[in-house]
């Protein structure tokens, strides 16, 4: 690795609510000066800048995208600004670290691919379940050819988020100083592009990237009183047909009524490998050819592939893998793991299920990228 005797990565973090989690990773990262933080509330990003100790604070992006010092930004801001600050950000030719998705728009994807293209400026979207534990040993075993080849995948993101009713939800609120509303009138909403998203870009790394042809998704409409726009409801079930024929399910839900879930099961022609939907943070169920008189599913520590990994799945960890990754990238003139065109193959299908939903499960062909 080539980063360059002294060099440093200038970098300002956009979006200090859940963005002080990223200053912290670029403060321990020893090729990074965080030189900004910017958010729209300023009081509250002065508070956190003098307790991180960083120099300068904004209010307003554009003014901070104008400093030429600045070489790179992280966005950690709400979904539906990504695309456009991302944009704003090529343009202004810095570099960009932005959290899931992309961009909301087929629109704004295209724009984000030429301009980072063409400036040769680089652009990572942090999906950080690519690189848990138990993900990483799955893709293993299908690069290994364990399961031989797979022709179905799932991927479910379940999150009672929209009345916390579950006791242990209850706790999370109130350890956490999450409010009751979380002030949804707005465009947001459990899309298949945000939730949904983490899942099909998982399901498409181990799948060594395979593009997805079409889709076909439904809307469950609400499911419980919100202030979410009931068109679009609070969950989503989309059938996705891959380019080699690999059929993908993604269901997202944040009304379920059961606790936290993020889960992937893949079946293949040697073998079928389920996460486990009680303790997500565990190793997966196996059932392979290979393994003569088998009888039953079999879980797999984790550490039997060579994977290490502390309980938990390592949200925060893997976050900072991606933030490095980003760093580096950039210093050495190379692509980041999950480029700009892997996040718009992803983004893209994801954007046409939430349009397939809307218009009533109509089956639609996904954009390429």
């Not at 709400?78 to 343009?91: K, N, Q, R, V, Y």
């Not at 392979?288 to 039997?304: A, I, N, T």
């Not at 949200?315 to 893998?321: A, G, K, S, T, V």
């Not at 065109?341 to 939430?354: D, K, L, M």
Request: aromatic share 8%; hydrophobic share 40%; proline share 5%.
């Amino acid at each position: 690795m080539k980063r360059g005797k002294g060099r440093k990565l200038n970098v300002a973090v956009v979006g200090v609510h859940r963005g002080s989690e990223f200053t912290r990773y670029y403060q321990r990262c020893p090729y990074v000066n965080l030189v900004a933080l910017c958010d729209r509330n300023e009081p509250f990003a002065h508070a956190v800048a003098k307790v991180m100790g960083v120099p300068e604070v904004y209010g307003d992006f554009h003014k901070l995208l104008k400093r030429a010092d600045i070489e790179a930004v992280c966005l950690e801001t709400g979904d539906d600004s990504h695309g456009a600050l991302t944009i704003a950000a090529l343009e202004a030719g810095k570099h960009v670290q932005v959290d899931v998705p992309l961009a909301t728009s087929i629109k704004d994807l295209k724009r984000i691919v030429e301009l980072s293209e063409r400036k040769h400026l680089n652009v990572v979207m942090c999906n950080e379940v690519r690189f848990w534990p138990r993900i990483a040993m799955v893709k293993r075993m299908v690069e290994e050819g364990q399961l031989g080849r797979i022709y179905y995948a799932e991927g479910d993101y379940l999150n009672p988020i929209v009345s916390r009713r579950l006791p242990e939800m209850k706790w999370l609120q109130q350890f956490a100083g999450i409010p009751s509303s979380r002030g949804c009138k707005g465009s947001w909403q459990p899309h298949l592009n945000s939730p949904g998203l983490h899942a099909l870009d998982t399901i498409r790394w181990i799948l060594g990237g395979e593009r997805m042809d079409d889709v076909r998704c439904h809307n469950f409409g609400p499911l419980a009183k919100s202030e979410r726009d009931p068109k679009k409801g609070d969950g989503m079930a989309a059938l996705f047909t891959g380019e080699f024929g690999t059929i993908v399910k993604i269901h997202a839900n944040y009304h379920p009524n059961r606790t936290h879930l993020n889960y992937h099961a893949f079946y293949g022609t040697k073998g079928t490998c389920e996460s486990d939907r009680v303790d997500e943070f565990s190793g997966p169920y196996l059932f392979l050819d290979s393994l003569e008189h088998q009888s039953h599913m079999m879980k797999v520590p984790l550490h039997m592939y060579g994977v290490e990994g502390s309980a938990g799945h390592g949200h925060e960890f893997m976050d900072e893998i991606l933030t490095n990754d980003f760093v580096f990238s950039v210093l050495e003139k190379r692509q980041p793991l999950v480029n700009v065109r892997e996040a718009a193959r992803s983004c893209a299908a994801t954007i046409t299920a939430q349009e397939s939903a809307w218009a009533g499960a109509k089956i639609m062909k996904i954009p390429k990228f």
